[in-house]
């Protein structure tokens, strides 16, 4: 079992940036070699869709909207995952959810609410 914790939401204004992380961590024991892991995110009305996800081995995936505004990163020591988020705008308010790959099963994190309102 792998737990994800997000932090790092919170309101901006147009134009501004968020930094949001990811921390997993293991039920009991230890974890090793999480895969993929990414962000995902769900606005109200809408399906979860994919932000961007990052590789063990650091071979990143964006979608097409965040493309040279949002950075994914990951520390595979800490288990950590990182969205560096620049140049909101009000169509990337939702509420941004972590997810990992570990041993073939997903797990998701409870979300964070990102907010772009002036």
């Known amino acids: 079992q792998v737990q994800l914790v997000e932090s790092g939401g919170g309101l901006v204004q147009p134009g501004g940036s968020l930094s949001l992380s990811c921390a997993a961590s293991?039920?009991?024991?230890?974890?090793?070699?999480?895969?993929?892991m990414g962000w995902y995110r769900q606005a109200p009305g809408n399906q979860r869709e994919l932000v961007a996800s990052?590789?063990?081995?650091?071979?990143?995936n964006y979608a097409n909207s965040v493309k040279g505004r949002f950075t994914i990163s990951r520390d595979n020591v800490k288990n950590v995952v990182y969205l560096q988020m620049n140049s909101l705008n009000p169509e990337d308010t939702a509420v941004y959810y972590c997810?990992?790959?570990?041993?073939?099963?997903?797990?998701w994190g409870r979300g964070t609410q990102v907010t772009v309102s002036s």
């Open positions: 990052i590789t063990r081995s650091k071979i990143k």
């Open positions: 997810k990992a790959v570990y041993r073939g099963d997903d797990y």
């Open positions: 293991a039920a009991s024991g230890s974890i090793f070699s999480i895969a993929n």
